[in-house]
């Protein structure tokens, strides 16, 4: 039995890639391999939360959100207080954190990041029982990212990391970032356009990263109606009874630029002069542009969009989500901030047609004109091109869905990617030097 100490950014209540990745991993290592997971964490919800006071936090108090599942959370707050100078001298009275060896100039950048978790590595620190057999920390390039290189050199034992390396942003592309992530043991990756960008642009030698992709539970959203919630449908609940047959076009993400939920509001009009009998779903945190845009899309004539946040859902799997993947007819997130997107999977697991960006890599995980399409990032005429295409073509949205739905259930479930992350944690435990 291994015990492995995870340090995310973020945790449940938050909800993005990077977090439900921890938490399915955590979930299934600890049923089914008998691992004993430590999940150590901050109390942030939100992205803003990581370094500014003014963030979405999550009380210390609150006992509800100490346990997720199976899991005991440990969470930590964000000290906004401290200056960056402070944070250094701190560090830098750690042993530990001098054996490292850190470039100080990648290393500032880690700090103005965020988040601060002083309380955090002081609890890991002067822990009597600080004996893991491994550290694995997400995501990139945040301090639990430092805080995992003190841990692991402060016991000896090896360290991962899974950046989910967004290499289409331009803010993820300084190349002095590299210097942090050399220091692991190991990089998972989640695609082989990320192990390739990570050679080749911040020198980490392919022996260091492992790709992994992500996963999905493919049980759960392939038998959506078969279960409890069979008679939970989302667009009896949502539309007009003259409405039910309109077509369904869902995003789930946050809603901001990168995530190309900018761009589908301004294909809206596009779309809508070729077809009115269509309704768009967004799911996700909200942010202020996305907003404004919406307030001025949503006055044209027969635009319907239904917007839910995540003050909406009872959680990852709420039903009204679920149904929604169900009942679409596309999924479209036409992202450029996804180092895989496990929304695709979710969208294939109850065999629907997918749209991404061609860019970064989603070109690698959507296979063109086989399970899904693709788009130029942040062009509202190429998206709007791509979704009246499978609108009007039936077959070919029925194709590109049941090609994905089998590609999901061969290579991406939980199951096979916990048990692969598995082999490669005892691979590296039992080679450690």
């Known amino acids: 039995m291994y015990k ?3 340090l995310p950014t973020r945790f449940f209540p938050s909800i993005s890639g990077a977090e439900f990745y921890f938490q399915r991993i955590a979930e299934i290592l600890n049923t089914k391999y008998n691992c004993n997971i430590d999940i150590y964490t901050s109390n942030a919800i939100d992205f803003k939360a990581l370094r500014n006071s003014t963030g979405k936090t999550l009380k210390l108090d609150d006992k509800y959100y100490n346990q997720v599942n199976s899991l005991k959370i440990d969470r930590f707050p964000v000290n906004y207080k401290i200056s960056e100078n402070d944070i250094l001298r701190k560090l830098k009275a750690i042993p530990a954190f001098n054996k490292i060896g850190l470039n100080e100039e990648s290393l500032d950048i880690f700090i103005k990041n965020g988040p601060y978790l002083e309380d955090l590595l ?20 945040y301090f639990n990212c430092i805080i995992s290189l003190i841990i692991g050199t402060f016991i000896g034992k090896p360290t991962v990391c899974t950046p989910f390396f ?34 080749d642009e911040f020198l980490i030698p392919k022996d260091k990263i492992k790709v992994i992709p992500m996963g999905v539970d493919f049980e759960k959203f392939k038998n959506i109606h078969k279960t409890s919630l069979m008679h939970y449908k989302f667009k009896q609940k949502f539309f007009d009874k003259k409405e039910r047959k309109y077509k369904l076009i869902l995003f789930c993400g946050y809603k901001n630029y990168e995530k190309g939920a ?4 301004k294909s809206i009009p596009y779309i809508l002069k070729k077809t009115k009998k269509v309704y768009f779903v967004f799911i996700g945190p909200s942010t202020i542009a996305f907003n404004q845009e919406l307030s001025k899309i949503s006055k044209l004539n027969n635009a319907k ?24 007819d596309i999924y479209l997130m036409p992202s ?13 697991s109850t065999g629907k047609p997918v749209i991404g960006a061609r860019i970064g890599a989603t070109p690698e995980v959507i296979r063109e004109n086989i399970d899904g399409l693709l788009v130029e990032f942040n062009n509202p005429e190429d998206i709007a091109q791509k979704v009246i295409k499978l609108l009007k ?22 199951d096979i990617v916990t048990k692969e992350t598995y082999q490669t944690y005892k691979n590296l435990i039992n080679n450690y030097k």
């Open 305 to 328: 969009i239904i917007n839910f946040t995540p003050e909406n859902l009872t959680g990852y799997y709420d039903r009204k989500k679920l149904t929604a993947f169900k009942e679409a």
């Open 166 to 199: 967004h290499f289409s942003n331009p803010r993820y592309l300084d190349t002095r970032l590299g210097d942090i992530l050399k220091k692991f043991d190991l990089i998972i990756a989640c695609t082989n356009l990320e192990k390739d960008f990570l050679t």
């Open 393 to 414: 073509n039936k077959k070919l949205r029925k194709k590109l869905g049941s090609a994905g739905e089998l590609k999901v259930s061969q290579k991406y479930t939980w």
């Open 4 to 6: 492995i100490l995870f």
């Open 262 to 265: 900018l761009s589908i509001l």
């Open 336 to 348: 450029r901030s996804d180092a895989f997107g496990i929304s695709f999977l979710e969208a294939w």
């Open 122 to 141: 002081e609890s890991l620190l002067n822990k009597p029982d600080l004996n893991y057999d491994l550290i694995h920390t997400t995501f990139f390039p």
